[in-house]
């Protein structure tokens, strides 16, 4: 999910959620299925100097979904996905893309919620609740945000939500430890406010920090409230904390991320956003401290409840052991429709 906090802890991208429209496709005698999907490309400038501005490949999924009743209160579920990845490496003559099956799995939906297993995304995937669509900073980098064998548990009544999933060792080798991952959530909502608070614990990530090499565990916390202060304006601020741990060395990097944004609403169409990310780190052994902040503003125009443009610019400074990251100004227009 473009995650870029463990390489230098400057302002990341966000990814743009998975489509949430549908389209009925059968429906009759307890059985249903639907299919969902979106598209979304990008002009796109980001905050590194060494990058020139280009058409980009921001998001494509598509999701085929089937419930089977079985009693008044039990159904059989099952999806199968479909992620479209851009593999755009400045060679426009050899520009091809990978199309990957990023979700196939089964299970049970009734009264105690949904139940299912294979691979999926993780609950911490909803995790984020930023106003931006390119420039701000990752809310808590949790490394992995999917696996393929996910035992995965969501419940909401309206008010009262939850969600925990475990993704077992991905090593079948009875002496190797793999990466697995332990996630949960737990949220209210009243009136105008929604708040909730997620949990992760990770083991055997192989990642880069500060153009770096580890195997880490990583675990942390993301802390999430929106509220709606009337029809036309809402704000939403959050506060997380993650330690990644190598594990054959005592180096370390413990991060706050702390976000705030607010959103205006002009009319039924035209909204406003603007928002302010900063990240503190402190790093011990090979790993040095890094602090790094952006600043945002965007517009979203609503061609249709399923289309959009928009338009958003950003700035930002960065600093890694002390020593300022050179940045630029960052822009993006971009159009999703989805269905």
Not at 40 to 68: N, P, V
Request: no cysteine.
């Amino acid at each position: 999910m473009k995650k870029t906090i463990l390489a230098l802890a400057v302002p990341a991208l966000l990814a743009a959620g998975a489509a949430n429209a549908s389209v009925n496709l059968y429906d009759a005698d307890g059985v249903s299925v639907n299919v969902a999907g979106a598209a979304e490309i990008q002009y796109y400038k980001g905050y590194s100097t060494t990058e020139d501005s280009y058409l980009r490949i921001d998001d494509a999924d598509l999701i085929f979904t089937t419930s089977i009743e079985v009693s008044d209160s039990l159904s059989a579920v099952a999806g199968m996905g479909f992620k479209y990845e851009d593999k755009f490496n400045g060679d426009v003559a050899n520009d091809v893309g990978n199309v990957d099956n990023d979700e196939l799995w089964v299970g049970f939906d009734g009264d105690f919620g949904k139940v299912t297993f294979g691979r999926q995304l993780l609950v911490i995937d909803d995790a984020g609740n930023q106003k931006d669509y390119e420039l701000g900073t990752e809310q808590t980098d949790f490394v992995q945000y999917q696996g393929t064998q996910v035992i995965k548990w969501v419940y909401d009544n309206g008010t009262f939500y939850a969600g925990a999933d475990i993704d077992l060792d991905d090593n079948k080798s009875d002496t190797v430890d793999g990466t697995q991952i332990v996630d949960g959530r737990i949220g209210a909502r009243y009136e105008g406010l929604d708040a909730r608070v997620y949990y992760y614990d990770g083991e055997n990530f192989a990642v880069t920090i500060q153009g770096n090499a580890y195997t880490i565990d990583a675990s942390g916390f993301n802390f999430e409230v929106d509220y709606a202060i009337s029809d036309a304006f809402d704000v939403a601020l959050a506060y997380g904390q993650i330690e990644y741990s190598d594990v054959s060395s005592s180096s370390e990097l413990e991060l706050g991320v702390f976000g705030i944004s607010g959103g205006y609403q002009l009319d039924e169409k035209t909204s406003f956003a603007v928002g302010y990310d900063w990240i503190d780190g402190t790093g011990k052994g090979v790993i040095a401290d890094t602090e790094s902040t952006s600043l945002y503003a965007n517009v979203t125009y609503k061609l249709h409840s399923n289309a959009k443009v928009y338009a958003e610019v950003g700035v930002s400074d960065a600093e890694v052991g002390n020593v300022d990251v050179d940045t630029d100004t960052g822009y993006v227009l971009g159009m999703e429709v989805k269905f």
